[in-house]
């Protein structure tokens, strides 16, 4: 096994790549579950691109319940290039909750994001959302400052962060992400 491999176990559920024929499962999990809905071909690309850091949680019958999707971004700071992963989109279904599932994606997803280089991954949270807020803490993840009104309904965001290559300084994600948060 590879040591960039972490073992996740998940009773009951198992992680695996996300397959074309799991969209429209995706697309239905996240538009009940979050108000950030997307075109299909806003997942099939990140898909076709980063195939390594979309996942889905599976249940005992092979029924999705859960997804993270990802992409990586280029950044030039301080006379270099720095890739960080985006963590676009991640939800589980409200009764699959609190089961870990949530965290295994987000490990696995971690992990996809680092096998294409990203030296640090980013996200956006509603400032109102304490469970992935938590589970973001949880995973080692910083608050980089607020998003003023970045959700369509006017809500500020936090931008979370969590450096994965020690190359990187706190300094380069601030100069890469920095101007888009209010501190
Ligand atoms: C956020 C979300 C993905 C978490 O999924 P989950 O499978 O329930 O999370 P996990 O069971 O892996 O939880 C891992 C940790 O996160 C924290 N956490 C998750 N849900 C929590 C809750 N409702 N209250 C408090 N802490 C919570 C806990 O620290 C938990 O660890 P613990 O259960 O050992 O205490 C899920 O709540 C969800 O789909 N929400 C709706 C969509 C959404 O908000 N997505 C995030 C957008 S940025």
């Known amino acids: 096994m590879s040591p960039l491999r972490s073992i996740v176990i998940l009773q009951g559920y198992r992680i695996r790549p996300f397959r074309p024929e799991d969209l429209e499962e995706v697309e239905r999990i996240n538009r009940v579950f979050l108000p950030e809905n997307y075109p299909s071909y806003f997942f099939i690309e ?15 019958k ?3 319940v859960g997804y993270v999707m990802c992409r990586v971004e ?3 700071v301080k006379k270099v290039t720095i890739l960080l992963g ?6 589980v279904s409200k009764r699959h909750r609190r089961r870990g599932i949530g965290k295994a994606l987000m490990i696995k997803a971690e992990e996809g994001l680092k096998g294409y280089g990203a030296d640090a991954i980013y996200l956006e949270v ?3 959302n304490d469970p992935a807020i938590l589970l973001y803490e949880g995973l080692g993840y910083k608050k980089l ?7 369509a309904d006017g809500e500020d965001g936090y931008l979370m962060y969590k450096i994965v290559d020690d190359s990187v300084s706190e300094e380069m994600v601030w100069d890469a992400l920095g101007k888009r948060v209010l501190r």
Do not use: D
């Not at 390594?52 to 249940?59: K, Q």
């Not at 985006?86 to 939800?91: D, E, T």
């Open 46 to 60: 990140n898909y076709r691109r980063f195939p390594n850091s979309f996942l889905v949680a599976e249940g005992e």
């Open 62 to 64: 092979g029924e999705v």
């Open 74 to 76: 280029s950044y030039y």
């Open 86 to 91: 985006h963590v676009l989109s991640i939800a």
């Open 126 to 128: 509603r400032v109102s």
């Open 145 to 151: 400052g607020i998003l003023p009104s970045y959700y």
